[in-house]
């Protein structure tokens, strides 16, 4: 049971809009930026989104986060067949004090 | 370029031990807190423990306290995870990574797959 809550699946066709959300507590997401992964098979995480809105370079401005109070959300737009991946939701948690994720959503392009 | 190399995964038997290593690269090493983190086969990320740049600040999760130690060598640029009384709930992938402003992980590395099975 992860402590924060993604939906387990998501999907939308190439060119499309997909939000992806994220619902934790004043201890995690209401108190502490979140950040989003993306983890494409077989490979290890990458960083997609920092600080609730914030993209390393080289991310693509299709990809954009929001939080208000204590849910986030992701969003993808223009969807292409690459970003079929699991995305997964993490932030700071106060009483644990350390990072707590999101049990991943995986993403379908069809 | 930063660069995570992790090390030491394999089979080990239900009580046994394992230590892994994560050599890093690309970053001037003591100045970041490190992180491990797993992910079971098909399941999602678990954050195990973190280590300060100077080794003075460690926390681990409830899951492992007790079984898992870490440490680092910053002559080496290395950070270290020492695993005992190894169950086979701890059959995972162990990603090593770098925690940016002590608060969310901006790198990964591969990842080195340790499976615990008699």
């Known amino acids: 049971q992860s402590v924060l809550t993604q939906p387990p699946s998501a999907s939308g066709t190439p060119g499309q809009r997909v939000t992806i959300s994220c619902s934790g507590s004043n201890s995690n997401v209401g108190q502490n930026p979140v950040n989003w992964y993306q983890q494409l098979p077989g490979t290890a995480p990458k960083l997609l989104i920092y600080?609730?809105?914030e993209r390393p370079s080289g991310v693509p401005d299709r990809f954009s986060g929001s939080k208000s109070g204590t849910s986030a959300s992701l969003a993808i737009s223009g969807l292409q067949s690459d970003d079929e991946a699991d995305y997964y939701c993490?932030?700071?948690?106060?009483?644990?004090?350390?990072?707590?994720f999101g049990g991943g959503t995986k993403l379908t392009v069809l | 370029q930063v660069h995570l190399v992790e090390s030491g995964g394999g089979l080990v038997k239900p009580g046994g031990s394992l230590r892994l290593s994560c050599a890093a690269s690309g970053f001037t090493f003591s100045d970041y807190y490190m992180t491990w983190v797993r992910q079971a086969p098909g399941k999602g990320l678990e954050w195990i423990s973190y280590i300060s740049g100077t080794s003075s600040y460690i926390n681990y999760a409830d899951s492992v306290k007790g079984r898992v130690s870490i440490s680092r060598d910053n002559s080496k640029k290395s950070v270290f995870l020492q695993m005992n009384s190894l169950r086979a709930e701890d059959t995972a992938v162990y990603f090593c990574a770098r925690l940016h402003s002590s608060s969310w992980i901006d790198y990964w590395g591969q990842g080195s797959l340790v499976t615990v099975s008699s």
């Open positions: 993490a932030a700071w948690h106060d009483s644990l004090n350390g990072p707590v």
């Open positions: 600080n609730n809105d």
